[in-house]
């Protein structure tokens, strides 16, 4: 059974950092596009970053870009997404999202307050 299980999110203090992982079973996810979303209560899913599986190209959404970094590790089947100067507006359940297979994981909140 292939699935995605999100993990890494909490409270953060404004300007603070956290890596979320994205940890993939059931398939080989350095084989497909990844993307990183993120939805805020009341506000649309949005895209955050995605990672392409062919030389590792890395595109960003414009609400995170200069202050986040989409990366993969093949060994662990894991793709990551790195997030610094975070602010209470990044509040959000972020979710990890492989479009060719049609998996979303359960997503993984995180919030940022002082």
């Known amino acids: 059974q292939m699935q995605l299980v999100e993990s890494g999110g909490g409270l953060v203090q404004p300007g603070g950092s956290l890596r979320l992982s994205c940890a993939a079973s059931g398939f080989t996810i350095s084989s497909d596009i990844v993307s990183w979303y993120r939805q805020a209560p009341g506000k649309e899913r949005e895209l955050v970053a995605t990672?392409?599986?062919?030389?590792?190209?890395?595109k960003y959404g414009v609400s995170m870009k200069g202050r986040s970094t989409i990366s993969g590790d093949n060994a662990k089947n894991t793709v990551y997404l790195q997030m610094n100067s975070l602010k209470p507006e990044d509040t959000a359940v972020y979710y990890c999202?492989?479009?060719?297979?049609?998996?979303w994981g359960q997503g993984t909140q995180v919030t940022v307050s002082s």
């Open positions: 999202n492989v479009p060719i297979r049609l998996l």
């Open positions: 990672i392409t599986s062919v030389g590792g190209i890395t």
